[in-house]
């Protein structure tokens, strides 16, 4: 099914969900029991269900409590589906209501449980089956955004003027949609010590990402990527025969769409390119220190070298009232565009992905820029205020880009700020959702999000191992 079928979801406001009191085993409670139930649950890990446990048990804002439980498991209960295959563990993740694995979404779904790994080999094992999963949608189309589990599937999509594929459900080149597996893989190892997960297919898929990269820099040719679509929605198709607006070659990487699944106006996707910066070097750590294969490793770097450096004097551009900032996208010609999208990687995002430093002045303008009205996708309402973006229209604010806020924030007020509002405009359902109107948070869109939900479940979970303080 189609993400912008959803855009239509709204929740029910006359549901009893959204009653003050609800009627529990006789009782009356505050706060209903959404969370799937457990003889339906797709996965079990204890050590999950211990954090779960000891938050609630510790924190006095009860609703955030119930909203964690809720929120926290939600990528387990309800979006993965774990086999052995060939001996080896592998881990379908949908990203939802889209019964389709994104690998961008299901990198981003499981990548809270990371630091429960070491407690819980079952769900260490889960973790390792979306990689080896990865690894299989990556060596059939690299170009590819979202997969389905059955390989023989014919998408929707098919009469997409792109080189469409059976198994694959859209093909959307994003960049970081070959980010997010380096960050997973990488953040597993690191976690967990088990370099096994570095197969012989998972280094084939690597060696098809460098080539992928290489050919969106376009510096000798367009590359083997084109895509059209035949649609009303100005977001879902790309210009000039597919290719994109043009670009001055310079190094960086072009992306033809954002991690929103829109399209692009200037191909160099400014939060995406910083993102395959810190991915390359990651990658570098991995070829050098596990796999011992300094060529491969020179050959990282190179590229990683080419990238950074146009980064620095294309990609900062001084700003009128802000002074100097990263730009969302660039072309290389000396255009720009000011903004930013809550999709991750946004420019707000970068120290969540470890691309700068919170403190950098370069990103304290930058996030000064994008929490302002002179991004023309902040929004303010009644209900809220945060970052939104074309894929759901003006005024629709994105729970991901409050989340995402207060996930990178040091300040206690801004992340007390953050929770407040997203306390607030779960409209009663105990969970996120992928947008919701500034004025009116029942009128919002996808009610089953996963990504959003595990999100929320990390920045409180982060909290209160910090600052649990703001949670009282």
């Known amino acids: 099914m189609n993400r912008k079928d959803f855009l239509k979801q709204t929740s029910l406001a006359a549901a009893s969900v959204m009653l003050s009191k609800y009627a529990v085993a006789g009782a009356e409670t505050p706060f209903p029991i959404v ?23 510790k924190i006095g804002n009860k609703e955030i409590a119930w909203m964690f439980e809720n929120c926290f498991p939600n990528t387990l209960d309800t979006t993965v589906d774990f086999e052995m295959m060939d001996g080896r563990p592998d881990t379908y993740v949908i990203t939802g209501d889209i019964d389709a694995m994104w690998l961008r979404d299901s990198s981003a779904q499981v990548w809270p449980y990371l630091p429960l790994c070491k407690e819980d080999k079952e769900l260490q094992q889960l973790i390792k089956g979306v990689i080896n ?16 589990k059955d390989p023989t599937k014919v998408s929707e999509w098919k009469n997409d003027l792109t080189e469409m594929k059976p198994g694959i459900h859209e093909r959307k080149w994003e960049i970081d949609s070959l980010c997010y597996p380096i960050r997973l893989s990488y953040g597993y190892w690191k976690e967990t010590g088990d370099w096994t997960v570095f197969s012989d297919q998972w280094i084939k898929a690597v060696q098809l990402i460098l080539q992928t990269f290489k050919e969106q820099q376009r510096l000798e040719t367009k590359g083997p990527y084109h895509f ?10 790309v210009p000039l025969g597919g290719y994109g607006y043009p670009v001055k070659p310079n190094g960086l990487i072009c992306s033809m769409f954002r991690p929103s699944d829109d399209a692009t106006v200037f191909p160099y996707l400014v939060p995406s390119n910083l993102f395959a910066a810190q991915s390359l070097l990651q990658l570098d750590d991995i070829f050098r220190y596990v796999k011992h294969d300094i060529k491969t490793g020179n050959e990282i770097m190179k590229l990683y070298d080419k990238i950074a450096a146009r980064i620095k004097d294309t990609c900062i551009i001084k700003h009128p009232n802000f002074g100097e900032l990263l730009a969302y996208e660039v072309n290389g010609f000396g255009s720009h565009h000011f903004m930013d999208d809550a999709n991750v990687p946004s420019l707000l995002s970068l120290p969540y992905l470890n691309c700068l430093k919170p403190e950098k002045e370069i990103y304290v303008n930058t996030k000064k820029f994008v929490l302002s009205e002179n991004n023309p996708f902040f929004f303010k309402g009644k209900a809220a205020e945060g970052i939104g973006g074309p894929h759901c229209g003006m005024d629709m604010i994105w729970p991901m880009g409050i989340i995402m806020r207060g996930l990178t924030s040091t300040d206690d007020k801004e992340i007390k700020l ?14 996120m959702h992928e947008s919701f109107h500034k004025d009116d948070p029942t009128n919002y869109t996808r009610k089953w999000f996963a990504w959003a939900n595990t999100l929320f479940g990390e920045f409180v979970w982060k909290t209160f191992r910090e600052k649990p303080h703001l949670l009282n």
């Not at 969370?35 to 609630?56: D, G, H, L, P, T």
């Not at 999963?133 to 389905?148: G, T």
């Not at 953050?418 to 969970?431: E, I, P, S, V, Y």
């Open 35 to 57: 969370r799937v139930a457990e003889a339906k649950r797709k996965f079990r890990s204890a050590a999950v269900e211990r954090v779960i446990a000891e938050v609630k048990n």
């Open 133 to 148: 999963r990865q690894v299989k949608c990556i060596l059939l189309d690299p170009y590819a955004n979202a997969f389905y």
């Open 418 to 431: 953050c929770l407040d509002m997203l306390q607030k405009t779960h409209a009663g359902t105990g969970f």
């Open 228 to 237: 059209q679509r035949t649609t009303a929605w100005a977001t879902d198709g």
